[in-house]
């Protein structure tokens, strides 16, 4: 149901965009374009633009994140030791080791 109706939404426009002009005057070559629709279709460009930036942004965080999980890290978590307070050694980090 919601997809038949979106289909008749997005086809109504340009029905009736096309339906407004007169096609004596287009195919004698008289036609010029009218103000009010370049209007509309610049107000369109910017959530298209948009919505594009956020689908590829979207996707190369999941790919990040894919990467991240699935790829081997080169050694064994399980075996790092953790020393907490170290950021308190300040410049003497060298004589814990």
């Given at each position: 149901m919601?997809?038949?109706?979106?289909?008749?939404?997005?086809?109504?426009?340009?029905?009736?965009?096309?339906?407004?002009?007169k096609?004596v005057?287009?195919?004698?070559?008289?036609f010029?374009?009218?103000?009010?629709?370049s209007n509309?279709?610049?107000g369109?460009d910017?959530?298209?633009?948009i919505?594009?930036?956020?689908?590829?942004?979207?996707?190369?965080?999941?790919?990040?994140l894919?990467?991240m999980?699935?790829?081997?890290?080169?050694?064994?978590?399980?075996?790092v030791?953790?020393i907490?307070?170290?950021?308190?050694?300040?410049?003497?980090?060298n004589k814990?080791?």
């Amino acid at each position: 149901m919601f997809v038949l109706f979106t289909g008749i939404i997005a086809g109504s426009y340009p029905a009736f965009y096309l339906s407004s002009f007169k096609p004596v005057a287009v195919l004698k070559g008289k036609f010029i374009s009218g103000k009010s629709s370049s209007n509309v279709r610049s107000g369109c460009d910017i959530p298209v633009f948009i919505s594009i930036l956020l689908i590829v942004s979207t996707t190369v965080v999941f790919k990040q994140l894919y990467f991240m999980k699935h790829t081997e890290v080169g050694y064994n978590k399980d075996q790092v030791m953790i020393i907490p307070g170290t950021w308190m050694l300040g410049k003497n980090q060298n004589k814990l080791l």
